[in-house]
């Protein structure tokens, strides 16, 4: 029952999390994360590029491993310990996604806050 309501929780703040990530730098900014830094001279869009990057490899990351987690599941065929570990890799993987999704949030806020 607690694994549950936290997994509601965290989808629920989740869900929530998305109006913020998509209009917390405007509109530009959530459309190409990836555009070219200009002749290496911008140091900020570089370092945002980048950060990016590493944020989405590692987003990526945690949602193959709540299909991993989910795979598990279905597998334990009723056994308690092995569903009970299934059920934490999901947990953990969907509370580092929500970790992911701010951390972008802040590390862009603070990236234009110091290119201003």
């Known amino acids: 029952m607690k694994v549950k309501s936290l997994v509601s929780a965290v989808i629920t703040l989740g869900l929530l999390a998305v109006p913020t990530l998509v209009f917390a730098q405007g509109f530009d ?8 830094v200009q002749g290496g001279s911008d140091i900020v869009g570089a ?8 944020l989405i490899l590692v987003a990526i990351i945690a949602v193959i491993f709540v299909i991993i987690g989910g795979v598990r599941y279905i597998t334990s065929s009723g056994d308690e310990d092995a ?3 299934a059920k934490n890799t999901i947990i953990f993987a ?5 970790i992911i ?7 862009n806020f603070i990236l234009a806050a110091v290119s201003s």
């Open 29 to 36: 900014t959530v459309l190409s994360p990836f555009e070219g």
């Open 101 to 107: 999704g701010l951390s972008i949030v802040i590390v």
């Open 94 to 98: 969907l509370v580092g996604l929500v």
């Open 47 to 54: 370092i945002r590029n980048i950060v990016n990057a590493l």
């Open 83 to 85: 569903s009970a570990a």
